[in-house]
């Protein structure tokens, strides 16, 4: 009989034991909190990462969107073929060569004109305005206003050109010349959003530093380029992780200045070569290998900067 009595009580003890802990993960944050963010997670899985998925999983297919995809055989066919496309290739330059320029030249801009709104020149606010207005018109108007202006008959650009007593450039249908003017032209859209992070690290640092250069010696050049600008490493990095992002978004810009159904002019990236191949020529495989790519790209942008907020204590 003591042998069942303390078998009993042991067995309730352990349900009860098993009660509390289960008590405990019910009153937790993490299940408190899941109507909250439960929800908005499951729409977001089906709608956004379940159809990444099925991309990829396309990708290692020949579907062609005539007929129901075969799963069957999965190979890496539609990549072999875009690495030995010239088309692809060149494609891949022209995407490699803008986010790198475009980023770069924003940058550089940008720090140039934080530093010279920070020294307080006449009329700084305005001029703040005037670089940041461009941020807030859409790619499709940017890319509208683009095209007037690089028109080679009445635009402002071919205006100047020929007063100066140069033929009339034809920017827009100039291979040699497209993209360079597709990225003169997102840089003056953008140039200000680096302009307005610089300006708030550069506002973040005590004057008391420049002052203390000053008084040894130190040219203001000089005190910029050894003390200042080394602590604006975190607003460089987080301006050309944007920069990058916008770069590969590109797509919407390019469609409405030069189209994507049309022949390449040398403004071809991969975001323009995937959605031709998809839906001017069916291709959805191929097309579905290009975004994949494109995706593993957006990663490669975004992965070393999450590790870095992360290794600082950011995220």
């Known amino acids: 009989m003591a042998t069942q009595n303390t078998t009993s009580v042991g067995s309730d003890s352990g349900e009860a034991s098993l009660w509390t802990k289960l008590r405990y993960v019910l009153n937790g944050q993490f299940v408190r909190s899941l109507p909250f963010w439960g929800i908005p997670f499951l729409i977001m899985g089906s709608a956004v990462y379940a159809g990444i998925g099925w991309n990829v999983a396309i990708s290692f297919t020949d579907y062609e969107g005539l ?3 075969s799963y069957g055989q999965l190979d890496f066919e539609m990549y072999k073929r875009a690495f030995q496309s010239e088309t692809f290739q060149m ?15 924003c940058l ?34 940017t890319a509208q206003l683009w095209v007037w202006m690089y028109d080679p008959n009445s635009g402002i650009v071919n205006l100047i050109v020929t007063g100066l007593g140069f033929s009339a450039i034809d920017f827009l249908g100039n291979p040699k010349l497209a993209l360079a003017a597709v990225i ?6 953008f140039s200000g ?10 506002r973040s640092i005590p004057t008391s530093q420049f002052e203390a250069g000053m008084i040894d010696g130190a040219s203001t050049a000089r005190i910029y380029w050894r003390v ?57 495989a191929y097309a579905a290998a290009i975004a994949t790519m494109l ?19 950011s995220l």
């Open 193 to 202: 959003y680096a302009m307005v992070v610089y300006l708030a690290g550069l």
């Open 295 to 313: 995706l593993i790209m957006a990663l490669g942008v975004i992965a070393p900067y999450l590790y870095y907020q992360h290794k600082h204590g």
């Open 184 to 189: 003169f032209a997102l840089v003056w859209q």
């Open 108 to 141: 550089v801009l940008g720090l140039a004109l934080a530093i010279l709104l920070d020294r307080n020149v006449r009329y700084s606010e305005s001029i703040q305005t005037i670089y940041l207005l461009p941020m807030a018109l859409s790619f499709v108007v």
């Open 228 to 284: 200042i600008i080394p602590q604006l490493r975190a607003s460089s990095v987080s301006a050309a992780v944007v920069l990058m992002v916008f770069a590969l978004k590109a797509f919407t810009f390019l469609y409405a200045l030069t189209g994507v159904f049309r022949p390449p002019t040398g403004t071809d990236i991969l975001a323009t070569l995937m959605v031709r191949q998809a839906f001017k020529y069916t291709q959805w």
């Open 67 to 69: 007929a129901s995809a």
């Open 91 to 105: 494609a891949a330059q022209n995407t490699l060569v803008l986010l790198v320029v475009f980023t770069v030249v």
